[in-house]
């Protein structure tokens, strides 16, 4: 499993804002890790490649599923879960073990031990592809429409 860390000290490094998720590429026995920024927003392009240095007192451990236990939450999480839940069931999904996946569903009990979260925006991207018949042979090419980072050949148009 990848290991995640936060960023919780701005101070250094510098162009790294508290609450910034990043993946450790490598760390050392005093405490030091080398972590590459997940997203940081328009920037991110200009350093996705690059490994930040994160002395042990500038991060802390990133666990999803932790993070978003309900006991865990502040009052205005709590609050804005409590909201979107309201106005539409199944903008909220909820998650009771570890490395599982998120669920959907109209009655939540809001259990201290599950882990909840309002649904993120998917992310829709659009990709060429080539099309090919069942002998493998090209012919033609297409757009598909791609939803966090799975193709939907239901939506295929051919160019």
């Keep these: 499993m990848t290991r995640k860390i936060i960023a919780t000290d701005t101070s250094y490094p ?9 993946t450790v590429v490598r760390a050392r026995e005093n405490g030091v890790v ?9 920037n991110y392009d200009k ?14 451990e990133y666990n999803p599923f932790k ?6 939450l ?12 309201h106005e539409e069931p199944k903008s909220v999904e909820y998650q009771f073990k570890d490395g599982w ?6 009655d939540l009990g809001f259990c201290n031990y599950y882990a909840y979260r309002i649904k993120p925006e998917p992310s829709i991207a659009i990709e060429h592809v080539k099309v090919t018949n069942t002998g493998g042979r090209i012919i033609g090419t297409g757009i598909v429409k791609v939803i966090d980072g799975k193709p939907d050949f239901t939506i295929l148009e051919f160019v």
């Design 74 to 85: 502040s009052r205005e999480e709590k609050g804005a879960i409590l909201l979107a839940y």
């Design 14 to 22: 510098i162009n790294v804002p508290n609450g910034t998720i990043l």
């Design 47 to 60: 350093m996705k490649d690059f490994d930040w240095t994160m002395l042990p007192h500038t991060f802390k």
């Design 67 to 72: 993070d978003h236990l309900w006991k865990n």
């Design 101 to 106: 996946s998120w669920y959907t569903g109209t």
């Design 34 to 42: 080398y972590a590459t920024v997940d997203n940081l927003g328009p």
